[in-house]
């Protein structure tokens, strides 16, 4: 069992919160959040047992827990639970690992733009392993996939990418039998990332011209968003694929890991000394 942390996110709120929200312009959940968060696991939320050593006597109240999806406190079995959800959709059969990568070129776009370009990454991955699992040249098939958006890394960079777990086959088109891959051989990943590259940048000029992007002000935003698009057609976009070599459950655990997790937890924090954070 890991050690309790000396420091949490919710004591740094509670010492220096007030003076975070003067100083800066908070939208109303950013401020229901860090209520949320301060009040976690405290008497104002109310408590829901308490135990009793026989021995010392002793009392351990137990709080409520504020079920908010930005504590790092509330997310443990929610964790669990969509887990075991998932492996229970999983098919008895191989299954490969595949993930969309957005060029950092396009991150200024998406922090303008996140419902959008979180939806149109999804719709672009979906429509490309569809699109090329129907193909004759490579299944054949209807496929299906679970899908995991992951929009920063391990150093809490920005690094929107898409993991997806595909099975290895899928439905024949007219849905009599049961298609498998050949040779542990999905789809090759330069016709993954060509399919992919060349619907993303359609869809993203469809939204420019709809005017539906923001970026930056006044007529200069869209001679910035022609430049970014030029750019990302001169480049190398990339997808992974390889097969789950463990198993297709370690990739949903592993996976399971950042769904319901915030990027700075409890643990990430070192110390809180002279006003700073480490």
């Known amino acids: 069992m890991l050690k309790k942390p000396d420091i949490e996110v919710a004591d740094i709120f509670r010492m220096h919160g007030d003076q975070y929200r003067s100083s800066h312009n908070l939208s109303l959940w950013q401020h229901k959040t860090m209520n ?160 992919f590259k060349k619907k993303f940048l359609y869809y993203l000029k469809i939204l420019m011209k709809e005017d539906k992007l923001k970026y930056g002000r006044g007529i200069g935003q869209t001679v910035q968003l022609f430049k970014i698009i030029s750019k990302l057609y001169k480049i190398e976009w990339v997808v992974y694929s390889k097969p789950t070599f463990n198993s297709p459950e370690s990739v949903i655990k592993y996976l399971g890991k950042y769904t319901h997790r915030i990027a700075i937890s409890n643990y990430r924090i070192l110390e809180l000394k002279n006003n700073r954070v480490s």
């Open 36 to 195: 949320a968060i301060q009040l976690c696991r405290t008497p104002a939320l109310g408590a829901n047992s308490q135990t009793v050593c026989d021995y010392c006597g002793t009392v351990e109240i137990s709080y409520n827990s504020c079920r908010n999806r930005h504590c790092p406190k509330c997310q443990f079995r929610r964790t669990l639970n969509w887990i075991d959800a998932r492996i229970n959709d999983l098919l008895p059969v191989q299954y490969f690992h595949v993930v969309f990568t957005l060029p950092d070129l396009l991150e200024p776009i998406i922090l303008m733009n996140q419902k959008i370009m979180y939806n149109l990454l999804f719709k672009c991955a979906s429509e490309t392993l569809i699109e090329l699992g129907k193909d004759q040249k490579h299944l054949g098939a209807e496929v299906g996939f679970i899908g995991v958006l992951h929009t920063w890394d391990q150093k809490i960079l920005e690094h929107t990418h898409l993991h997806c777990i595909v099975p290895g086959g899928g439905l024949s088109l007219d849905q009599t039998k049961w298609i498998s891959c050949k040779n542990d051989y999905l789809i090759p990943v330069q016709v993954l990332s060509a399919l």
